[in-house]
């Protein structure tokens, strides 16, 4: 099925490890996206990436690192994982020209 | 911050009834859209309005867009238990950044 995949789903870290999450899109879509939500509250950019080759901070880019490994490909990396970092991931991708496209989420969890 | 707001934080209405819902934004913008998201799962997109636009339909769906007040409204007609879930409005600019508010969780009982 066409879409954004995440990988993993779940994932538990204790302070101060690093891991990455992976994300990838097969329709094609220059833009990718991601995402963080808290408990209550909407989606919160973290970095974005408009086209192959290019990436963007978004409003909450502290303590993460992107890379846009090419147009399928777009990787969030925690390097010295907070409790505050405990959230939902959504990576998405677009087009532009219709809506965004979101994968299912990693639950990330930091003790 | 956020750039859209949506009103009202939460709505409980009755299985047949129209659920409606809105969302104000600062800034201008390309376009907007609207998304649902059911409890624990990623983002479904809507409908998508674009800023030369003032009413669009989908389905059982209805959006509004009025750049003047900066102001956009989602109705959701005869309403289902399986539309239970929450809305979001987000708003599209000219930087490639879509800014999501906080949502609207819409309960409808049977």
């Known amino acids: 099925n066409a879409g954004v995949t995440q990988t993993p789903k779940f994932q538990v870290l204790k302070t101060g490890q690093s891991m990455t999450l992976q994300c990838a899109q097969d329709m094609n879509h220059n833009s990718m996206y991601w995402y963080r939500q808290d408990p209550g509250m909407g989606l919160r950019l973290i970095y974005y990436s408009a086209s192959e080759g290019t990436t963007d901070k978004g409003e909450v880019p502290n303590g993460y690192n992107v890379s846009r490994l090419n147009k399928r490909e777009f990787s969030l990396r925690l390097e010295s994982a907070a409790p505050s970092q405990t959230s939902v991931y959504f990576c998405a991708s677009t087009d532009r020209n219709y809506g965004y496209t979101f994968g299912s989420g990693t639950r990330l969890t930091v003790v | 911050s956020q750039q859209g707001e949506e009103d009202p934080q939460a709505l409980s209405i009755q299985e047949g009834e129209n659920a409606t819902m809105n969302c104000s934004y600062k800034t201008s913008i390309n376009n907007l859209q609207w998304y649902r998201q059911n409890s624990g799962r990623g983002l479904v997109h809507l409908i998508l309005?674009?800023?030369?636009?003032r009413e669009k339909h989908s389905g059982r769906l209805r959006v509004t867009l009025d750049t003047s007040k900066k102001s956009s409204s989602l109705l959701i007609t005869a309403s289902r238990a399986a539309d239970t879930a929450s809305y979001f409005c987000a708003t599209d600019g000219y930087d490639y950044k879509l800014s999501f508010g906080a949502g609207t969780t819409v309960t409808v009982r049977a």
């Open positions: 309005i674009r800023s030369n636009e």
